[in-house]
């Protein structure tokens, strides 16, 4: 073994959802519903603007930032959807991830605490770990996937820096609400920590009057983090682009940790970035809320009780009746009826399985009717 690595890294292991991707891969027959990837390709459209980039000579270094352009489109976005950033508060990133990883490095001293309401993404606990922080787990599984201020404030401590939210949810897909918000813009006003918004799901939306965070405490703009990303709306996941927003003083510490982590986004994707931004997303929000709408009737005949999905393309059936872990529920599903789904414990949310409803309706359909099979044959057995 290498002697004096980072020791942030000795705890953190490689992603368990690819860990079952790559299962489901090896599995002859086998059908995958692991990865929150829009089986869809991006649209010709926003391809085309890359031969044009590339035709037009944008292969040398972009402003670290992003491009005018493309900064003044987000910045136009954010206003169009409620939220006041100018482009020069506006950082176009290698996706979400790295605007979440720029926005922690740029916050996080060694020992401060990073609120994650659970179940959750895993990337943010392994981001906090990297960045010297410690996670602050919220369990909101008693709270029908919400956040209570009791228990919010149960959590919130002398070192609390940030909380994430992430709304739509991933893994349950649930929408938080505003009485969830209002706990959460309240304990931030009287505590003084910042708000992450991981927002990337936010224009896959089913449920009428939704509001992010940002949008619903405008009054909370110091301290607001908004992330978003290109990959889930528009089918860019191998684009890798992203961005994030935050007040000027904010984001020009960001903008540091940005430019020596990665110095910028690819330069001749940006006017595809531009294109995007100008298209039209809702039938491709309709296209999931349709298979929604298959998952939830389909694992409601199942008998698996499962919080309707809000938004996002995710649905998190319990498990909990077949006395297993849902890490032993995956493996044999894959295994006994060639379905792949995630277990719920990678998320924090152990007695359920995430499965993501974003592949081609054919697949999916066929991946339902196996699942039940399955299920009914563990009730038989």
């Known amino acids: 073994m290498p002697l004096d690595l980072n020791e942030a890294l000795s705890g953190l292991k490689p992603s368990g959802i690819r860990r079952f991707a790559a299962l489901a891969r090896e599995t002859e027959g086998c059908i995958s519903l692991t990865l929150g990837e829009p089986g869809e390709d991006t649209p010709q459209d926003i391809c085309a603007e890359v031969a044009r980039a590339l035709a037009d000579g944008e292969t040398h270094y972009p402003p670290n930032a992003g491009t005018e352009a493309l900064r003044d489109a987000i910045a136009s976005h954010l206003s169009g959807r409620g939220l006041s950033f100018g482009a020069d508060e506006v950082i176009v990133t290698s996706g979400a991830t790295e605007a979440l990883f720029s926005a922690m490095e740029a916050l996080l001293n060694p020992g401060d605490e990073v609120i994650v309401p659970m179940p959750a993404f895993l990337l943010y606990q392994s981001l906090v770990t990297l960045n010297r922080g410690s996670v602050v787990e919220l369990d909101t599984a008693p709270h029908g996937y919400q956040i209570a201020p009791d228990a919010l404030g149960e959590v919130v401590g002398e ?184 277990p719920g414990a990678l998320f924090g949310g152990e007695g359920h399985v995430r499965l993501s409803y974003a592949c081609a309706d054919a697949e999916l359909e066929e991946a339902l009717v196996r699942l039940g099979r399955f299920v009914g044959a563990l009730r038989r057995g």
């Open 159 to 342: 070192r609390t820096k940030a909380i994430v939210l992430t709304s739509p949810n991933n893994p349950t897909g649930c929408v938080l609400s505003a009485e969830s918000l209002d706990a959460v813009a309240e304990l931030a006003a009287e505590r003084d920590f910042y708000v992450i918004c991981d927002d990337v799901y936010d224009q896959l939306v089913y449920v009428d009057g939704y509001e992010g965070f940002a949008q619903r405490h405008p009054e909370l703009r110091d301290r607001t983090i908004v992330v978003n990303s290109f990959s889930k709306p528009y089918a860019m996941t191998g684009w890798r682009l992203g961005w994030l927003a935050a007040p000027a003083e904010l984001v020009e510490q960001v903008a540091k940790v940005h430019q020596y982590a990665v110095s910028s986004a690819v330069s001749f994707t940006q006017r595809a970035a531009v294109r995007a931004l100008a298209s039209d997303v809702v039938p491709m929000r309709e296209r999931y809320r349709a298979r929604r709408d298959l998952v939830t009737q389909a694992l409601a005949a199942t008998g698996l009780p499962t919080p309707e999905p809000g938004g996002a393309f995710y649905a998190f059936p319990s498990i909990e009746e077949f006395g297993m872990s849902s890490e032993e529920f995956c493996t044999r599903a894959i295994r006994e009826a060639g379905v792949a789904m995630v």
